[in-house]
T-cell receptor, first 115, second 117 residues
Framework: DGGITQSPKYLFRKEGQNVTLSCEQN?????MYWYRQDPGQGLRLIYY???????QKGDIAEGYSVSREKKESFPLTVTSAQKNPTAFYLC??????????????FGQGTRLTVV | AQKITQTQPGMFVQEKEAVTLDCTYD???????LFWYKQPSSGEMIFLIY??????QNATEGRYSLNFQKARKSANLVISASQLGDSAMYFC??????????????FGSGTQLTVLP
């Protein structure tokens, strides 16, 4: 079935470590997004990519990095520079283009905890 | 840049009654799409309904309808005949479509809906 796969579902990180969250889609979507969600809060955009080998910072990019080497994959690295990384991370993808129904499809999310 | 505002952090509704969740937005783009998502406690994001900025009619999808008032920049979600399973967090989102614009998908802070038996 077509969809978005995030892994792992739960991730524990020691302080000072970098960790990478995986996001893979087989929907042939051009655009991909990473969001952070804190408890009881909305989704804040970390990074997004409209096309392979190109990405833009969102509202809270500091302490995060991404790559888009393949259309299907958009991994997110949470670096040691991110001071408060404990959160729920959601990856999404959507078709490009406008003036039509282009809803984003989401993965199941990764819950990251710093221990 | 675009902004989405949801002013109701929490709402309660009696089962089988209708409820309206508010959403206002701000954008300079002439062409954009508005989306509503439902997030149950499991964390998954479920797409509910879409409204294009140039659509002449309000969108409807089953028990969901969107009250779109372009001049007021509002896109309220109406859920009719509420069910216990409707209890969840609801997010309004917007994406500009104009060429050359940063086509990021921006979300509001959400409304936690609780349906009472």
């Amino acid at each position: 079935d077509g969809g978005i796969t995030q892994s792992p579902k739960y991730l524990f990180r020691k302080e000072g470590q970098n960790v990478t969250l995986s996001c893979e889609q087989n929907l042939n979507h051009d655009a991909m997004y990473w969001y952070r969600q804190d408890p009881g809060q909305g989704l804040r955009l970390i990074y997004y990519s409209q096309i392979v080998n190109d990405f833009q910072k969102g509202d809270i990019a500091e302490g995060y990095s991404v790559s888009r080497e393949k259309k299907e994959s958009f991994p997110l690295t949470v670096t040691s520079a991110q001071k408060n990384p404990t959160a729920f991370y959601l990856c999404a993808s959507s078709p490009s283009g406008g003036n039509r129904n282009t809803e984003a499809f989401f993965g199941q999310g990764t819950r990251l905890t710093v221990v | 840049a675009q902004k989405i505002t949801q002013t109701q952090p929490g709402m309660f509704v009696q089962e089988k009654e209708a409820v309206t969740l508010d959403c206002t937005y701000d954008t300079s783009d002439p062409s954009y799409g508005l989306f509503w998502y439902k997030q149950p406690s499991s964390g998954e994001m479920i797409f509910l309904i879409y409204q294009g900025s140039y659509d002449q009619q309000n969108a409807t999808e089953g028990r969901y309808s969107l009250n779109f008032q372009k001049a007021r920049k509002s896109a309220n979600l109406v859920i009719s005949a509420s069910q216990l399973g409707d209890s969840a967090m609801y997010f309004c989102a917007m994406r500009p479509f104009s060429s050359g614009s940063a086509r990021q998908l921006t979300f509001g802070s959400g409304t936690q809906l609780t349906v009472l038996p």
